[in-house]
């Protein structure tokens, strides 16, 4: 069954601009991944998120998660037309690894 | 990406046919996956592997058979598929599948259409 939810469907934004991305889920997790896929390739990490953990940051991302309310976010500042990618949140309830991908944000970052 | 690869990269057979993905990894990790990705459907887990022993099976049909020789090679071999078996078929790597959560390395994937 499916469990995280990425809101919203798709984003456009300008160069330069901020994107938030949202995920929600409805089980308890051991840890939160979030994954960027370029049209038709494979899935590149971005960053994980344990449960006991409640913000991250990598470069130019940074993922919040709030298990109370059951979501997390992944905020890009200062997006670039390489930005340009669908963005999806995996939840492992376990933490053997079995993830559940939400469908995804398609985010469009215009020169 | 050189990490985790895929052959071929593109697949066309008929209902048939049998044929076999190929995925191989030079990470030295310990756990394999194979996805499926079909167009407006999220990414779905079909099979893990956990030191060449398989782990989990998320109610696969059986003419998807998989085979892990060994930690650094998965095959998901394939006959009388349907023509929704088409879509973007990953494998994956990690460390391990273990109890601590492990973030997961993609191949590019092979693209599968069934005639």
């Known amino acids: 069954s499916q469990q995280g939810e990425e809101d919203p469907q798709a984003l456009s934004i300008q160069e330069g601009e901020n994107a938030t991305m949202n995920c929600s889920y409805k089980t308890s997790i051991n840890n939160l991944q979030w994954y960027r896929q370029n049209s038709g390739r494979g899935l590149v990490h971005l960053i994980l998120i344990r449960s006991n953990e409640r913000e991250k940051h990598s470069g130019r991302l940074r993922v919040t998660l709030d298990t109370s309310k059951k979501s997390s976010s992944l905020l890009i500042t200062a997006s670039r037309a390489a930005d340009t990618a669908s963005y999806f949140c995996?939840?492992?309830?376990?933490?053997?690894?079995?993830?559940?991908f939400g469908k995804g944000t398609m985010l469009l970052v215009s020169p | 990406e050189t990490g985790v690869t895929q052959t071929p990269r593109h697949l066309v057979m008929g209902m048939t046919n049998k044929k076999s993905l190929k995925c191989e990894q030079h990470l030295g990790h310990n756990a394999m996956y194979w996805y499926k990705q079909s167009a407006k459907k999220p990414l779905e887990l079909m099979f893990v592997?956990?030191?060449?022993?398989?782990?989990e099976n998320n109610s696969v049909p059986s003419r998807f058979s998989p085979e892990c020789p060994n930690s650094s090679h998965l095959f998901l071999h394939l006959h009388t598929l349907q023509p929704e078996d088409s879509a973007l078929y990953l494998c994956?790597?990690?460390?391990?599948?273990?109890?601590?959560?492990?973030?997961?390395?993609f191949g590019p994937g092979t693209r599968l259409t069934v005639t």
């Open positions: 995996a939840t492992d309830p376990s933490g053997y690894s079995t993830l559940t």
């Open positions: 994956a790597s990690s460390q391990d599948a273990g109890a601590t959560g492990y973030e997961q390395y």
């Open positions: 592997y956990s030191l060449e022993e398989r782990v």
